[in-house]
C-alpha cells in the first residue's frame, strides 16, 4: 500500500487478547466473568493522513490491507474487514469528529483460539482513533462500541466480557465482572508455584457461523418459559436450578441443559474467587473440570480434540484442573500446572495429541496482563 512508503506514525497503540479463568457462556446471561489480559497482543500504529475521509488499514502479519471511505462503510466480504469496518461505523454514530487516517496492525494474538483476537482487533482501533482525534470516548464506550460492532458487522451476538478484558484489565489481576451491573473489581492472582498454561488444538473456530448465537436464543429462549411462572427474571441471572426443574416439563430437553449449565456456572465463578482469594487452587482446578464437563455435555459448545486435551491432563498431579476456553468449538484449553512440571506436561500433551488426533499442539503460558494501552505519542 502506497501509504507505507511515506509512513510517520503518530502513535502506537498495544492491544491485548484475554483469558478467561471460568464464567463461559455467562456474560450475555448477564452472570459472572474471570477473564484478564494476556501478553499476546496486536500492536497498532496510527497517523492522521489528512484526509476527510479516506482510510487505510494495512496488516503487517498477513501482508495485505484495504482502503475505505468514512462516508460509505458497508459489511465486507472479507472476514477480518468486518471487524474495522463495524468499529468504524460505531463510532460515527457516537462522533463526527473522525477523519482519514492510516493504520497498520501486527498481531501476535493467535486467531481463532478463543483469546478473542478479535476484540484485540476492534478495541485497539477503537482507542487509537480516540486518542488520535480526540473523539472523547471513554473506555467504557470503547469496550460498548467494540461489542456492538461484533453484532452488527461480524455477526457473533457476543456478550460482554471479551472487550471489557481487553481494554480494562490490569497486570497481575484477573477481573471478577457482574455482566448486570458492569460492576467490577480486580483480584489479585497469586498462584505460585502454578502456572497458566494454554494448550491450542489448532481446530479453529468461527463464531458467527451460528451455534454461538443459537445458543443465546436457547438460553433466551429457556427464560421465557421461566417468566411464565416467575415474572420477576429479566435473565438466567435471576433463575435457579429449583425454578428452572419447576418449568422443566414445559422445556425442551436441549434448553434444559442450556439453562442448567448457566445456572451452574455462575456459582462456579463465585465459588472460584473465594477460592481463589483462600489460595485454595486445589478447588479452583476442580471448578474447572466441572465447568469443562458442563460446556461439554450439557451446552455442548467443546469438540473432541478439546476433550481428548482436558481428559488427558487428567493424568497428572500437577495439573490441578482444566477446561476449554472461550465461546468453544476449537481453541485452546486453559491448565493450571505445576512450574516444575509444564514442559513434561507439554510435551507428553503434544505426543499424545498428535497420535490421537492427528494434529499439531501448539501452547503458551499467560500471564496478567494490562488491558489495551499507549505505547508512544
Ligand atoms: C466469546 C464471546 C464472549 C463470551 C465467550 C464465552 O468469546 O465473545 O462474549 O460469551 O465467547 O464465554
Known amino acids: 500500500m502506497e501509504f507505507l512508503e511515506n509512513f510517520k506514525p503518530e502513535l502506537t497503540v498495544e492491544s491485548p487478547g484475554r483469558i478467561n479463568i471460568i464464567g463461559e457462556h455467562t456474560d450475555y446471561n448477564m452472570g459472572y466473568v474471570l477473564p484478564t489480559a494476556i501478553e499476546k497482543k496486536i500492536t497498532f500504529k496510527f497517523q492522521k493522513n489528512g484526509s476527510d475521509n479516506i482510510c487505510h488499514v494495512y496488516s503487517m502479519g498477513y501482508d495485505t490491507g484495504f482502503e475505505l471511505s468514512l462516508d460509505k462503510i458497508e459489511i465486507s466480504k472479507v472476514e477480518w474487514e468486518n471487524y474495522v469496518l463495524g468499529v468504524l461505523n460505531e463510532i460515527s454514530k457516537r462522533t463526527d469528529k473522525l477523519r482519514g487516517f492510516d493504520c497498520t496492525l501486527e498481531s501476535h494474538v493467535p486467531i481463532g483460539s478463543g483469546v478473542s483476537s478479535s476484540a484485540a482487533l476492534e478495541c485497539g482501533l477503537a482507542f487509537g482513533l480516540n486518542e488520535i482525534f480526540d473523539l472523547g470516548l471513554s473506555k467504557m464506550d470503547i469496550v460498548e462500541l467494540s461489542q456492538a460492532a461484533e453484532h452488527t458487522y461480524a455477526g ?15 497486570e497481575g489481576h484477573v477481573i471478577l465482572l457482574d455482566c448486570e451491573s458492569l460492576e ?11 502456572r ?7 481446530v479453529s473456530h468461527n463464531l458467527a457461523s451460528g451455534e454461538y448465537n443459537i445458543r443465546r436464543a436457547q438460553c433466551e429462549e429457556g427464560v421465557a418459559v421461566l417468566q411464565k411462572k416467575f415474572p420477576g427474571i429479566k435473565s438466567l441471572r435471576d433463575a435457579s ?8 416439563g414445559e422445556l425442551d430437553q436441549t434448553v434444559y441443559n442450556r439453562c442448567s449449565y448457566i445456572i451452574q456456572e455462575k456459582t462456579r465463578v463465585l465459588e472460584a474467587v473465594e477460592a481463589l482469594k483462600k489460595d485454595n487452587l486445589k478447588k479452583v482446578g476442580e471448578l474447572l473440570y466441572e465447568t469443562h464437563e458442563g460446556l461439554s ?22 495439573v490441578l484442573g482444566a477446561r476449554m476456553m472461550g465461546g468453544g468449538f ?35 503460558e499467560a500471564s496478567p496482563s494490562q488491558g489495551t494501552s499507549i505505547i508512544k505519542n
Open 297 to 318: 455435555k450439557m451446552y455442548e459448545v467443546s469438540c473432541p480434540e478439546l476433550d481428548f486435551l482436558v481428559e488427558f491432563s487428567k493424568k497428572f498431579d500437577t
Open 241 to 248: 436450578m429449583d425454578m428452572l426443574n419447576d418449568v422443566k
Open 196 to 202: 497458566i498454561v494454554l494448550l491450542n488444538t489448532n
Open 330 to 364: 476449537g481453541g485452546c484449553t486453559i491448565n493450571l500446572v505445576h512450574e516444575d512440571a509444564i514442559e513434561e506436561f507439554v510435551k507428553a500433551a503434544s505426543a499424545a495429541y498428535e497420535k490421537e488426533c492427528k494434529l499439531k499442539l501448539t501452547w503458551f
Open 184 to 194: 467490577y473489581s480486580y483480584i489479585p492472582i497469586h498462584i505460585q508455584p502454578y
Open 156 to 170: 457473533t451476538k457476543c456478550g460482554i466480557m471479551d472487550q471489557f478484558a481487553s481494554v480494562m484489565s490490569k
